[in-house]
C-alpha cells in the first residue's frame, strides 16, 4: 500500500522540527515590606505624612489580576492568581515561566475581582488565599471579601485604637497599580522586587482619636485608595556582569518531568563563602520544601503529583527558579 504521507509534508515536518524552541523565562516576584526607610515588623512605632504616630499588630491584603508589560509593550495576563499578603512575612511568590526577554512593567489590583468576590471560600481548597482564613478575610456573600484589613494602635502612647478592614466591587481597580521596570533576562529567569511602604496606607489619615471603619466608606474606603497611589515602587535590576554570571553555578534537575525522585547537580564550583539552599514551592507560591545544596548536589522526594517550581537561593536570595513537573 502506497503511503499517503507527501514528500512536501515530510519537508515542512523537517522544518517545523528544526525551529529553535522559544526561550522560557522564570519570573518570581518579591515583596519587600517596609514602614519609611525601614523593614516591616509588627508593633512598630511608625508615622504618617501628618506626624501621627502608629503601630500596626495585622496588615494583610488581597492582590490580584496581575499582568505583565514586556519586549516592546506585549502584555501577559496571569490568570487566576490570587495572593493573599500578609506583612508580617515574607513575600516571594513564583509567577510562572514565560517567553519573555525583556520586562518593562507590572500590573495588579488590591482586592478581589468582581466574578470572584461573591463566591464561596468554602469552595477554594483549604490551602488556597481565598478559602477561610483565621482571622477571616472575608466579609459575607453580599460584601465579599475583606481586600485590605490593618490593625493597630495610635495617638498619644499608642493608646488609641484603630481598624481599617476596606472592602467592596467599587474599589476594586483592575490594572490599577502600574510599576515600571526595566529588566532583562538573566540566566533565563526575572527576579522581579516591589518595595510596599505601608505609611503610605495611612496618608492623610488622622489617627490622634483612632479610629475604627468597616466597609467602603470613610477612613476604610480611603486606606484603599492609598494602597493604589501611595504604597507600591518598583526597583530597577542592577548590572550584572558576565563574569558574574559565569561565576555562579547552575542546577540540573533530573529526571524532569519526574515521578516523584528528583536529583540536583551542580555544574560548576560551590564557593565556600556562598551558601546555597533550595525551596521547592507550589503554583500557589507556597513552600512545600526545602533543603541545602553542596557539590555532592541533592535529592528530595515530592509526594503529591503537580506542577513545582524549584528556587535556587545564594545567602537567602533567589538565584534562579526552574519548573518541575511530578506525575504519577
Known amino acids: 500500500m502506497r503511503s499517503a504521507f507527501s514528500p512536501l509534508l515530510y519537508l515542512l ?15 518570581s516576584l518579591t515583596i519587600n515590606h517596609l514602614l519609611g526607610d525601614e523593614a516591616f515588623a509588627l508593633l512598630q512605632s511608625s508615622s504618617n505624612n501628618l506626624g501621627m504616630s502608629f503601630e500596626v499588630d495585622r496588615l494583610e491584603y488581597y492582590i490580584s489580576g496581575i499582568s505583565l508589560l514586556h519586549d516592546g509593550g506585549q502584555i501577559i495576563e496571569i490568570e487566576d492568581l490570587y495572593l493573599l499578603v500578609d506583612a508580617s512575612e515574607p513575600t516571594e511568590v513564583v509567577l510562572g515561566s514565560y517567553d519573555i526577554s525583556s520586562l518593562e512593567g507590572i500590573q495588579f489590583s488590591v482586592g478581589v475581582d468582581e466574578d470572584v468576590n461573591h463566591e464561596d471560600p468554602a469552595l477554594w ?30 495617638g498619644a502612647n499608642a493608646g488609641q485604637l484603630f481598624e481599617l478592614h476596606g472592602l467592596g466591587d467599587r474599589h476594586y481597580v483592575a490594572d490599577g497599580i502600574h510599576i515600571p521596570l526595566s529588566l532583562e533576562a538573566q540566566a533565563g529567569q526575572i527576579l522581579i522586587e516591589v518595595d510596599a511602604d505601608y505609611n503610605g496606607i495611612f496618608y492623610d489619615m488622622d489617627l490622634s482619636s483612632g479610629v475604627v471603619s468597616h466597609g467602603e466608606i470613610n477612613e476604610a474606603a480611603q486606606s484603599l485608595e492609598n494602597f493604589y497611589s501611595k504604597v507600591f515602587v518598583g526597583q530597577l535590576q542592577e548590572n550584572v556582569s558576565s563574569e558574574d554570571l559565569s ?36 503554583v500557589l507560591g507556597q513552600r512545600v520544601d526545602s533543603f541545602v545544596l553542596t557539590a555532592e548536589g541533592a535529592e528530595v522526594e515530592v509526594q503529591q503529583p503537580g506542577l513545582y ?20
Open 309 to 328: 517550581f524549584l528556587q535556587i537561593r545564594n545567602q537567602g536570595a533567589i538565584q534562579s527558579s526552574q519548573p518541575i513537573l511530578i506525575s504519577k
Open 125 to 154: 481548597a483549604s490551602d488556597h488565599p481565598l478559602a477561610p482564613q483565621n482571622p477571616s478575610m472575608h466579609w459575607g456573600w453580599s460584601a465579599g471579601y475583606r481586600f485590605a484589613a490593618v490593625e493597630g494602635t495610635a
Open 247 to 282: 561565576a555562579i553555578p547552575t542546577f540540573q534537575v533530573s529526571p524532569n518531568p519526574s515521578s516523584g525522585r528528583l536529583f540536583m547537580t551542580a555544574n560548576g564550583a560551590l564557593a565556600g563563602q556562598h551558601s546555597y539552599t533550595a525551596d521547592l514551592v507550589n
Open 13 to 27: 515536518l523537517i522544518l517545523f522540527c528544526s525551529l529553535p524552541a522559544k526561550a522560557q523565562t522564570d519570573l
